[in-house]
């Protein structure tokens, strides 16, 4: 699945408010999530056995936030997770 940046999208207009949490995408085809939930799915492409916990610390936000980001992203279809805890991330 393609994830853009805003800076990738065609016709972006960031809001100019809190960089952390606009939406990226658009109304039209593919998944819209925001910038932390890119930031968060970036890192667990990267390392797929990555822990909430260590994306709390990479990230400087708490675990709870994590957690949400973590449901946002699985609710997207964009990522899931095999194996329990002692399990890896899969990015779809």
Not at 16 to 32: Q, Y
Not at 38 to 66: G, Y
Not at 68 to 77: E, F, S, Y
Request: positive net charge; aromatic residues 4%; charged residues 25%.
């Amino acid at each position: 699945m393609d994830i853009m940046r805003d800076t990738e999208r065609p016709g972006f207009a960031g809001t100019g408010a809190d960089k952390s949490s606009g939406t990226i995408g658009g109304p039209i085809g593919g998944p819209i999530i925001t910038k932390r939930q890119l930031e968060v799915f970036e890192h667990i492409a990267q390392n797929p056995q990555i822990t909430r916990n260590e994306l709390a610390e990479r990230l400087n936000i708490n675990v709870s936030a994590v957690r949400k980001h973590i449901d946002a992203l699985r609710a997207k279809g964009l990522i899931e997770r095999q194996g329990g805890n002692r399990g890896q991330w899969v990015v779809k």
